[in-house]
Structure formats: structure tokens, C-alpha cells
């Protein structure tokens, strides 16, 4: 009997936003620069994938599908 739990990401990568924009890693290098500006978070500190779907005003379960 297997206890294993389903690992879900919490931290977004610039790969995920142009997986979920269609766009180019640049744009999600520089999309997650405003976010973290607008949050007003450090260059190390992360975003979440709560804070993007936020961000982007679109349901989190609709970003957690393109989390590779």
C-alpha cells in the first residue's frame, strides 16, 4: 500500500508563464519582475503560483495545468 502524495509546485518559473501566455522565457523573465515589483518583494523571493493567477485574473487551477 503506497502513502505517496501528489507533489504539486508552488514557485513559478518563467518556462511555466510562456507555457500558460504562449509567449517567449523573456517575457516570463520580465512578467515576473512586475509581479514581484507590484508586490513589493525582493529580486530572491519567490512567487507563488496563487500570486500569478492573481496577478494574471485567471483561476489557479488553470495555471497549476501548465505547471510542468
Known sequence: MSHAKSFTRIVVYPKDIALITGRSERYGRRLLKQIKSKLNKNDYQIVTVDE???????????????MI
Not at 500569478?52 to 501548465?66: C, K, N, Q
Open 52 to 66: 500569478l493567477a492573481e496577478y494574471l485574473g485567471i483561476p489557479v487551477d488553470r495555471v497549476e495545468e501548465f
